[in-house]
């Protein structure tokens, strides 16, 4: 296992199109976190998973972003109608529980959209 | 909710200068807090966690200590090297309203190590 992995690495599309950006965790780990960053700022949460279950979506995640975990192992990231604003780099990340107060967050390289 | 704020910004120090970087949140009731590095373009790499029990936590060149009370967490670089050139981020996690945990980042600190 080498880690987290995410793909596509990036992604150029012109307003409008749709984009889905997959996340693969680490094999053993049941939670899996999306994360957006633009330039200058520190990753903001969008959604969570424990296992298949999608547990808790943010604000910024709106009509026209949805998650998937289908079977608890990898993700998904869809952008529906893309805007200039959704240019950003998407961050996965998992972790899992080794007992009280442990929980390590391991993240991906990032899938970098670039909205034209 | 939950602010995380790091200061400074912004930080160059000559090779082989000690320096701390600096993480304040604002509620104190935290889970643990876990400092990242990240490079230009990359994803994050894990440095260190420190667990809500505990004060602090070491790896190599590298400590990192907690005041809950204080809401404060400090980051300190030994001997830096221009290999430490990234920008630095502290993650707090904290149970939310729904039981579940949620980690807010801070805006993180762009260190440079000048030769």
């Known amino acids: 296992d080498t880690g987290v992995s995410q793909d596509p690495r990036h992604k150029i599309t012109k307003r409008g199109q749709n984009v889905t950006f997959r996340c693969d965790p680490i094999?053993?780990?049941?939670?899996l976190y999306w994360y957006r960053q633009t330039l200058g700022q520190g990753p903001e949460f969008l959604t969570y998973f424990q296992n298949e279950a999608q547990l808790e979506k943010s604000r910024l995640l709106s009509d026209r972003f949805s998650a998937e975990r289908p079977k608890g192992s990898f993700s998904t990231l869809e952008i529906q109608r893309t805007e200039q604003g959704d240019s950003a780099m998407y961050l996965c990340a998992s972790s899992l529980r080794q007992g009280y107060g442990a929980n390590v967050l391991t993240f991906g390289a990032g899938s970098r959209l670039t909205v034209l | 909710k939950q602010e995380v704020t790091q200061i400074p910004a912004a930080l160059s120090v000559p090779e082989g200068e000690n320096l701390v970087l600096n993480c304040s949140f604002t509620?104190?009731?935290?889970?643990?807090l876990q400092w990242f590095r990240q490079d230009p373009g990359k994803g994050l790499t894990s440095l260190l966690l420190i667990q809500s029990s505990q004060r602090e936590q070491t790896s190599g060149r590298l400590n990192a200590s907690l005041d809950k009370s204080s809401g404060r967490s400090t980051l300190y670089i030994a001997a830096s090297q221009p290999g430490d050139s990234a920008t630095y981020l502290c993650a707090v996690r904290v149970l939310n309203s729904g039981g579940y945990q949620k980690v807010t980042f801070g805006t993180g600190t762009k260190l440079q190590v000048i030769p």
């Open positions: 509620d104190s009731a935290i889970y643990n």
């Open positions: 094999s053993e780990h049941n939670r």
